[in-house]
C-alpha cells in the first residue's frame, strides 16, 4: 500500500517505516522539551542568552571527541542506544532537579544548554545512521518519507505542548520525552538487525576507527566537507538572527513559564504543519525532477527575501509567515538533499566529519550570530539594520549550495541509472 505514494519497494519497507518510527519519536521528544528550553532560556533575561549560546558551543567541543572515540572503538548497534540512553538518565535527573526545584536559575541555564547539545546529536546520529543504511539512489527516493516522520513527530510533540502545557504544567511532560527516547532506542535496534540481514557486509556495521580527532582532520582537509560546513553556517547564523527576533516578540507578550512554553510551541506548529504538506506532496517529486540545486536553492533565496520584507514592512504575522516558509523549506526540501549529500562519503566522514559539521560548526554558528547581534545593536542598529545586515549571509549561503550540488562527487552518485548507481554506491560506503 505504501508503494502507492512513494516509491518504495517491498523490501525497503519495513526499514523505511521503522525509519519512520524513529524519527517520529525523536523528533516528537525533542519538540516536547523545545519549548520548555526556550521558556526556560528567556526566564533570566533575553541578554542572557548569548553566554547560553557560548557555553552550548563549549560543551560541544567537549563531547564531539568523545562520541568520536565511541564510534572508533564499537559498532553502531552498540554507540547509538549507549548515547541515547545516556541522554535518558540525564533528562530523567533534570526531571528530578526541577520537581523539586533545586536552584531553579542554575537549572534552567544548565536544561537550556543540554537540550542545545542534546537535539544536535541525537539528529545528527540518526541522520548518519540514515546515510550508512540507504545509498543515494535510495536516499532519493525515502529520505523525503522519512524527514515527514520526524515532521509528524514535531507537530505531536507540539500539540502535547499546546494543550497540556498550561494544566498540567511543562515539567510534567518530559516524562512523554523520556518514554519517546526509549522507542527510538528500540527503533535502532530494528534497524540495525535489518540492515545486517538484508544487504550490509559485517563491516559496514562495525566500529568506524580512527583518532578521535579524525572529524576535525577530514573536515580540514576536504573542501566537499568544508562547503558542507560553511553551508551550515550560513543557515544557522540566519537562523539564530531569526530565533532572536522571535524571542523578544515572545517576551514582550507572555510572562509566565508556561504561557512562554506555549507560544513557542505556537510558532513552531506553524512551521511543521507548512513542512509535512510540501514533504509529503512536493519533495521526492521536485528531487526527482529539478535535482539538488534547486531543492538547496529554495531556503537561502526564501531568507533572503525575507529577511529584506521584514526589514522594509516590519509585522508579527509577516515574521511568522517568513519563519514558516523558511522553516518548512529547510525541513521539507533542504535537509533531506543536504543529508543525501553524506550518502557520498565514507564511513568515518558520515560519523566523524558530520557530527563535527552537525554540532561543534552548527553551535559555533549560532554563538557567532548571537555575539555579531550584541555588537550590531552596539552600534545603534535596530531589528531592520540587523536583517538587512544579515542578508548578505543569504546570498553566501546560496553560493555554497549550489557549489555542493554540482561538486563532481555528488554527480557521480546521483545522475548514474537505476542498478549501477545502486551498486557503485554499495562499494563506495
Request: proline share 4%; with cysteine.
Amino acid at each position: 500500500m505504501l508503494g502507492r505514494f512513494v516509491d518504495v519497494r517491498k523490501e525497503e519497507t519495513g526499514a523505511v517505516l521503522w525509519s519512520f518510527l524513529y524519527f517520529f519519536t525523536l523528533m516528537g521528544g525533542y519538540f516536547i522539551l523545545k519549548p520548555l528550553r526556550d521558556a526556560m532560556g528567556t526566564a533570566g533575561g533575553v541578554k542572557q542568552l548569548k553566554w547560553l549560546f557560548t557555553a552550548t558551543f563549549g560543551v560541544m567541543l567537549v563531547a564531539v571527541p568523545l562520541f568520536a572515540a565511541m564510534v572508533a572503538r564499537w559498532p553502531r548497534r552498540r554507540v547509538i542506544p549507549l548515547i541515547y540512553r545516556l541522554f535518558l538518565l540525564q533528562l530523567l535527573a533534570f526531571f528530578v532537579l526541577m520537581k523539586l526545584e533545586v536552584a531553579p536559575a542554575l537549572v534552567a541555564r544548565s536544561f537550556y544548554v543540554w537540550v542545545s547539545v542534546y537535539n544536535l546529536f541525537v539528529v545528527s546520529i540518526f541522520w548518519s545512521f540514515m546515510a550508512d543504511l540507504f545509498v543515494s539512489e535510495q536516499a532519493r527516493r525515502l529520505f523525503g518519507l522519512i524527514s515527514a516522520g520526524g515532521t509528524t513527530g514535531v507537530i505531536a510533540g507540539l500539540l502535547l505542548v499546546r494543550v497540556l502545557a498550561v494544566p498540567l504544567g511543562p515539567v510534567n511532560l518530559v516524562l512523554v520525552a523520556l518514554v519517546l527516547l526509549e522507542v527510538s532506542v528500540r527503533c535502532v535496534q530494528r534497524l540495525s538487525g535489518w540492515a545486517q540481514d538484508a544487504h550490509s557486509p559485517p563491516s559496514e556495521a562495525g566500529p568506524v576507527g580512527g583518532g578521535i580527532l579524525a572529524g576535525l582532520r577530514l573536515l580540514a582537509t576536504s573542501p566537499f566537507l568544508l562547503a558542507l560546513g560553511l553551508q551550515t553556517v550560513f543557515y544557522t547564523v540566519t537562523s539564530t538572527f531569526l530565533y532572536l527576533l522571535q524571542v523578544r516578540l515572545v517576551d514582550r507578550v507572555a510572562l509566565g513559564l508556561a504561557e512562554r512554553t506555549a507560544a513557542f510551541a505556537n510558532i513552531d506548529l506553524w512551521v511543521q504543519v507548512v513542512t509535512l504538506v510540501l514533504q509529503a506532496f512536493v519533495t521526492a517529486r521536485l528531487l526527482s525532477k529539478v535535482g539538488l540545486g534547486v531543492a538547496l536553492a529554495v531556503t537561502p533565496v526564501l531568507t533572503l527575501l525575507g529577511f529584506v520584507g521584514l526589514a522594509v514592512l516590519p509585522s508579527v504575522w509577516l515574521f511568522i509567515g517568513v519563519r514558516s516558509l523558511r522553516g518548512a523549506t529547510h525541513y521539507a526540501l533542504e535537509r533531506p538533499s543536504r543529508e543525501l549529500l553524506f550518502t557520498t562519503v565514507g564511513r568515518e566522514e558520515k560519523y566523524k566529519a558530520k557530527s563535527v559539521i552537525d554540532t561543534v560548526v552548527y553551535r559555533g554558528g549560532d554563538t557567532l550570530a548571537t555575539w555579531a547581534e550584541d555588537g550590531l545593536k552596539t552600534l545603534g542598529l535596530g531589528a531592520a539594520g540587523l536583517l538587512l545586515a544579515s542578508a548578505p549571509v543569504a546570498g553566501l549561503w546560496l553560493a555554497v549550495s549550489l557549489f555542493l550540488a554540482r561538486h563532481p562527487r555528488v554527480r557521480a552518485h546521483t545522475q548514474a541509472p537505476g542498478a549501477t548507481a545502486l551498486a557503485s554506491d554499495v562499494r563506495a560506503l
